[in-house]
């Protein structure tokens, strides 16, 4: 049985040629570009179709994107879709995304709250973690009401809880373990 095909490998790859030719940032543009143009469910159809031949789609590629990016990267989506893989697209940009921000010392994370956040919040957010890390913090932010009030913060392997929801789970707890 073959292997499913890993976008993580295509990325170090992809990663590997942007660090030699010194266009990290024009690598992230060019595959911003071709993740967008899979969205298209349309284009992604085409793309997977076993019975167009594999000619065809290479035109139509080099037609909808040739002069929007690189020929590197047209080679890249060529080569995908030759394979029938054109839809990993965007976790291949997902994780370029996260080698560059490891390469310039970025650290991503994540905040969730009950409620959206001020402005003034997410950055005491942003200040907190990159004190806990060291390193510059890209947050993302969402929204889980279950958390009744309070938030959620996730970097690397780090976890703070400082949610209502857990904060009433463990008075459950302590009040159990009492009877």
Not at 75 to 82: E, G, H, Q, V
Not at 99 to 113: C, K, P, T, Y
Request: proline content about 4%; aromatic content about 4%.
């Amino acid at each position: 049985m073959p292997r499913p095909a890993s976008a993580r490998r295509y990325a170090q790859a992809v990663f590997q040629l942007a660090v030699e030719y010194d266009e990290l940032e024009k690598w992230l543009d060019d595959l911003t570009i071709l993740a967008d143009s899979v969205t298209s469910s349309q284009f992604l159809d085409f793309m997977s179709q076993p019975r167009v031949p594999t000619a065809t789609k290479l035109e139509v590629i080099r037609e909808s994107l040739g002069d929007s990016v690189s020929r590197l990267a047209l080679n890249l989506i060529s080569l995908l879709a030759t394979r029938n893989l054109a839809h990993i697209l965007p976790e291949i940009a997902d994780r370029y995304q996260e080698l560059l921000d490891r390469h310039q010392g970025i650290e991503r994370a994540e905040i969730v709250s009950a409620v959206p956040l001020t402005d003034a919040q997410h950055q005491q957010a942003v200040d907190l973690l990159e004190g806990m890390s060291g390193h510059e913090v890209r947050l993302s932010a969402g929204l889980e009401p279950a958390l009744i009030g309070g938030m959620i913060m996730r970097i690397g392997d780090r976890v703070v809880d400082g949610s209502t929801r857990s904060k009433l789970q463990a008075m459950r707890r302590e009040l159990a373990e009492r009877r």
